[in-house]
Nanobody, 126 residues
């Protein structure tokens, strides 16, 4: 059985930083595209960042480009999201999906992603 568990969320002031982690069990991350999505209250889930199966390609939403970094540690079966210069608009629940398709497919049809974690809350205050 596959489980993805996110951690690292919390409350920070604007301009602060956080590092989120997503650790998988029952799954081998090297075979999957990995990503991060977020959902703010009253809004739809939106794409944040993604990394290809090879690790050679990453993509970011325009709203987080140059502020967020996605990385992975295959020996730990963990994907990370390093977030800097946080803004109140970054507030939301952050989820990590894993999918055997390409990252373009992961981004285009998130509801069809193979696996999702339960999410971790990030709150950024003024």
């Amino acid at each position: 059985q596959v489980h993805l568990v996110e951690s690292g969320g919390g409350s920070v002031q604007a301009g602060g930083s956080l590092r989120l982690s997503c650790t998988g069990s029952g799954i081998t991350f090297s075979f999957y595209s990995l990503g991060w999505f977020r959902q703010a209250p009253g809004k739809e889930r939106e794409f944040v960042a993604a990394m290809s199966r090879s690790g050679g390609t990453t993509k970011f939403a325009d709203s987080v480009n140059d502020r967020f970094i996605i990385s992975r540690a295959l020996d730990k079966n963990t994907v990370y999201l390093e977030m800097a210069s946080l803004k109140p608009d970054d507030t939301g629940v952050y989820f990590c999906p894993a999918d055997r398709a390409t990252i373009d497919a992961m981004i285009a049809r998130p509801a069809q992603n193979d696996y999702w974690g339960q999410g971790t809350q990030v709150t950024v205050s003024q």
